[in-house]
């Protein structure tokens, strides 16, 4: 510590108390914050298979989302909702490192007949936007407003695969893995779209179980037989 920190500290008043070297215990509450978040950052980067030198979003996303998290000591309160008041938005979290396929603007197009998205990595959150990383273009940084996650597909990673897209350009849902129910037997997920046929099938009436068919020899009606007789 400089002398100009600590002059600074005797003029306001605080009083500066130092950890025995090598003795982390005694840092309490902050050790336990920066293990806290060094496990969400090693997580999320064995996810999406990125190398450490991509520590510094992990940790920016990490602390975003610690920040938007409930706390015990806190009753159940976040600590963007203790700082500001209000109750955080999470709708718009989504899965560090996967992909987004990102929307580009006129500006960025070179004519007008380039793709409007491009797929890129997710890396991390703005205030009002994603920041992702354009890997076509030399690792760039990219910021946009408009973009389809496929929470599901990391680039980095050798056996992931991107899923299919819609002709209107949504993502294909998931189907779920069926589920044991009650009585322990699988039921399977329901489809997504029913199956339809590619051409109806033509109506026919019903027929009645007592009108013969032409598979089905006709017998003579009982009223025909005194006609015959007079003949």
């Known amino acids: 510590m400089t002398s100009e920190l600590q002059f600074f500290l005797c003029e306001q008043g605080i009083v500066h108390e130092t950890s025995i070297l090598h003795v982390h215990q005694q840092n309490s509450r902050a050790e336990w914050l920066n293990w806290t978040l060094l496990e969400k950052v090693q997580s999320m980067q064995l996810e999406a298979c990125l190398s450490d030198s991509w520590w510094e979003f992990a940790f920016a996303t990490a602390i975003y989302v610690y920040n938007c998290t409930p706390i015990k000591r806190f009753k159940w309160k976040t600590p963007q909702e203790i700082f500001t008041g209000e109750k955080p938005k999470i709708s718009h979290l989504r899965i560090f490192g996967c992909g987004a396929y990102v929307y580009l603007p006129n500006e960025v197009c070179a004519n007008k007949l380039t793709l409007r998205s491009e797929l890129m990595i997710f890396i991390r959150y703005e205030d009002n936007s994603y920041r992702s990383i354009r890997y076509t273009q030399g690792n760039i940084i990219f910021y946009s407003t408009q973009a389809i996650f496929d929470k599901g597909y990391f680039f980095r990673c050798p056996s992931s695969h991107p899923r299919e897209q819609t002709p209107s350009g949504r993502l294909t849902p998931e189907i779920k893995s069926s589920v044991p129910g009650p009585s ?8 997504p ?13 019903p027929i009645s179980p007592n009108f013969p ?13 005194p006609l015959l007789y007079c003949k």
């Open 184 to 191: 322990g037997v699988d039921k399977p997920a329901p489809t």
């Open 193 to 205: 779209f029913p199956p339809t046929s590619a051409y109806p099938k033509p109506f026919t009436p």
């Open 213 to 225: 068919t032409y598979s089905e020899s006709p017998s003579l009606s009982p009223l025909l037989i």
